[in-house]
Each structure stands twice: as C-alpha cells, then as structure tokens.
C-alpha cells in the first residue's frame, strides 16, 4: 500500500512536473490568463474607477468576477492541450487517472495563485480598495482558488472531448462554481472591512469544504471521463 | 391508458378545487392570488424529484454502461428543466404581486436559477459531443458534480442573505388551513403524477428514436 500511495503521488509530481515544463517552453495559458485578466481588471478600473467605488461589496463582487473570468479563459488549456496535440492517450498509458488529475489539478492551481499575485494587488492599487484584515483576504483567495480550480480542472476535463471548448467551458463551470463565488464575495468583502475571527471562520469553512467535496467528487468521476 | 385517465380527472378536481372550492387566503396581500400556491410549490417539488431521478440514473449509468440508463437519465433533466421553468414562473408572478418584484434575488430564486443553468449547460454539453457513449459518460459526470454543489447552494446560499419565502409553513401545525393542506397535497401528488406519466412517455420516444438509429 506504501508503495502504491508514493508512487501515486510521485507519478502526480511527474504530470505537474511535466506540465510547468511544457507551459514554460509555450507560456500560452500564462500569457493568455495573465493578459486576460490585466485586461479585464483595466477595463473594469477605466469604466469604473472614476465614479470612486468604495462600496465593499460591489469591489470584491468586481475582483471575484476578474477572477472567474480569468481562469475561464486560461485553465482548460490542461486537457485541451492534450487532445490538440494528440498526447491523450500517451498520458493515458503513463500514468493512473487519479494521478493525472492531481497533477493538473497542482498545475492549474500554481497559475491560478500565479494570477493572483499579479492581479490583486493591482487591483486593490487601482481600484483604491482598503484591505484591514489582510491575512485573511489571502486565506480566502488561497482556498477560494483551491475550489475554483478543482471544480475547473474536472469541467476542464469534460470539455476537451466536447466541440465549441471555450464557450462551454464558462457556461459548464459557472453554476458548479456559483456556490463559491458568492461565499468568496461576502468573504472579501468581510476581509475588506476587517472581519472578527468568528465572522471569517464561517466563510473560511464552507470554501474549505466546497474545495474538499468538489476534488473528492472529481478523484471518483476522473476515470469516467478520461477513459476513452 | 386508465391510470392516465384518472390522472387527467385528478388534476381537474385539483383545478376546479384550486380556483372554486378554496377560500382567499387571508394573511395574504391579495387573498384571491394566493391560490397560486396550489401550482407554484408541486411545480418545485416536481423539479427536485425530477433532478433526484436524473442524477441516480446518471450514477446508475456510470455503475453499468447501460444506454437505457442515460436516456432516462436526459429524459428526467428534460422534465426537471421543464418543472423548474414553470415554478420559476409561477414564482416570479407570485412575487411581482406579493413582494412588489418579480426577481429580487431570494435564496430560493437564486437556487432554482442555478438550477435552470446547470441542466441548460447539460443539454448544451450533450448536444456538443459526438459519439453517443462518450456523451452518456460525459454528461452522467457532469450531472453528478452539479448535484454534489447543490446542497451549498441549498444550506449556505440561504444563510448568508434572508429569505422571503417561508420555511416551516408546510410542516408546522396551523401554518395552512385545511382546505389549503388538502389541495396542495392533492396537487402534490398529480404533478409526481403527471412527472412519472411523462418520464415515461419520453423514455419510451427515446427508446423508438434510438431503435430507429440501430444504436
């Protein structure tokens, strides 16, 4: 079983592994997602920013929005790339459907949290939002991106094998990620406003748990779709 | 044919009672619009059973590779999508004349829209992927992970906005008169009535379709 459980996990790293290495050598999803979102974030801040925002709601309604539309435009490159470039079923032979997943999964994580870096604090910049309680707003941003990107990666995986990717990708990902954003909004906006502990804690368990129950949901149905 | 006929008979009576026999309710802002009620909640509860009967088929699919499964899996998301429809309809009327706005962003109008976007993006991934078994295997999963987000959008949703709607009123003692209880029960059971008569109806066009296909 020791055996079974570390090669499963080293054969995740070498997927993610593989994964960093062959987006550094295109840097098409970084590109594309980081663009996108520096895009999305001017464009909101140009139409926006004048009126002098400072409702807290409505701003980490804006951030969460970027966010989504960002990782929308950038997270189904993992699979997507597989079946362009007929790797499918190379991958399909290496390695357990469990690992391939993980390792997907870490990989679109790291570009989301690569994202987030750069966006945020653009956004806070920009859009003269006051953060008083920063170590949570990042919490939240660290496990709201785990959900964000779990429930990603399995609509990521559905797409590929489906015509008209792109489009389906936001349509299929937004009512499963809807639970979320609405918790991560009021969570921002609680973080924005400097939250006690017992008000972030409620917030902070259900992204927790979304993040939990959508990447078991995912480990049991990757088979099924990655099977061909 | 004679079940379905006493089907139609029942929801007649469910009708005539509805509109004729039914006092206007009182605690309302109009009483006589109340009676919408009747239709609006067996409507909802139609939806749910249908969406509940969509994801076991789908789970069933995934078990057994079994065609039949996923047809009746589709064909239960059709009516469920149907159902939902309907109660979001009814619903808005109802809120436009007791609430003053049709939409105003309730937890149970936000959920039954999220609704209504998971199986249209069902119907959309299933219309745009080739090869039927790799469509039945693909939609069977995404049936079930929108299932699983369903109770936070059901239990944490609600939580973090007040609700309009009433909670207890069907299970509390005096929260409906008699009457009100006896039509809505009526209602409740035609409309699972009228959902298992239909599912079975389009289970059986699925199964001349795909015959006819030679799949």
């Not at chain 1, 997943?101 to 956004?123: D, S």
């Not at chain 2, 409740?188 to 699925?206: D, E, K, P, T």
């Amino acid at each position: 079983m020791g055996t079974k459980s570390s090669s499963l996990a080293s054969k995740a790293i070498a997927v993610y592994r593989k994964d960093i290495v062959s987006e550094f050598r295109t840097r098409y999803a970084v590109n594309a997602v980081a663009l996108f979102a520096v895009t999305t974030l001017i464009a909101v801040s140009m139409s926006v920013g004048g009126f002098g925002v400072t409702d807290k709601n409505l701003l980490s309604a804006l951030l969460w929005v970027i966010l989504f539309f960002s990782a929308m435009s950038g997270l189904s490159r993992v699979f997507v790339r597989e079946e362009e470039s007929r790797t499918a079923s190379a991958l399909r032979l290496s390695a357990d459907p469990i690992a391939i997943y993980i390792g997907k999964l870490a990989f679109n994580l790291t570009l989301l949290l690569a994202l987030e870096i750069i966006v945020v604090p653009m956004f806070v910049v920009m859009m003269n939002a006051g953060v008083r309680n920063w170590t949570f707003f990042w919490l939240i941003l660290l496990f709201g991106s785990v959900g964000l990107s779990a429930a990603a990666t399995i609509v990521a995986a559905i797409v590929s094998k489906a015509n008209a990717k792109g489009a389906l990708f936001a349509v299929l990902s937004f009512p499963i990620l809807a639970p979320l954003l609405v918790t991560a909004i009021s969570a921002s906006s609680a973080a924005m406003g400097g939250g006690a502990f017992a008000d972030c804690w409620r917030y902070l368990r259900v992204l927790v748990s979304y993040a939990g129950v959508m990447i078991t949901a995912s480990v049991l149905l990757f088979e099924f779709i990655w099977e061909d | 044919m004679m079940l379905q006929s006493l089907l139609g008979v029942w929801m007649c009576g469910v009708i005539l009672a509805a509109f004729l026999w039914l006092p206007p309710a009182k605690g309302f802002q109009y009483p006589e619009a109340a009676r919408i009620i009747v239709f609006h909640v067996p409507n909802a509860m139609a939806a749910v059973l249908a969406f509940l009967v969509s994801t076991v088929y789908a789970i069933k699919h995934l078990r057994g590779r079994n065609p039949a499964d996923d047809a009746k899996s589709a064909a239960s998301a059709q009516l469920g999508l149907l159902f939902a429809l309907l109660a979001a309809v009814t619903g808005a009327v109802f809120a436009k004349i007791q609430w003053g706005s049709a939409w105003n962003w309730d937890p149970r109008q936000t959920t039954i829209l999220i609704l209504l976007l998971i199986y249209a993006a069902y119907f959309a991934l299933r219309s745009s992927v080739e090869g039927s078994d790799r469509r039945a295997a693909l939609s069977s999963a995404y049936a079930i992970i929108a299932f699983v987000t369903v109770p936070f959008l059901v239990f944490v949703v609600p939580r973090m906005t007040s609700s309009l709607h009433p909670s207890d009123t069907l299970t509390s003692r005096g929260g409906l008169g008699t009457q009100y209880r006896i039509v809505l029960f009526s209602a409740m059971a035609g409309f699972a009535g009228l959902y298992l008569w239909m599912f079975r109806l389009s289970v059986a066009l699925a199964e001349i379709r795909n015959g006819k296909k030679g799949v």
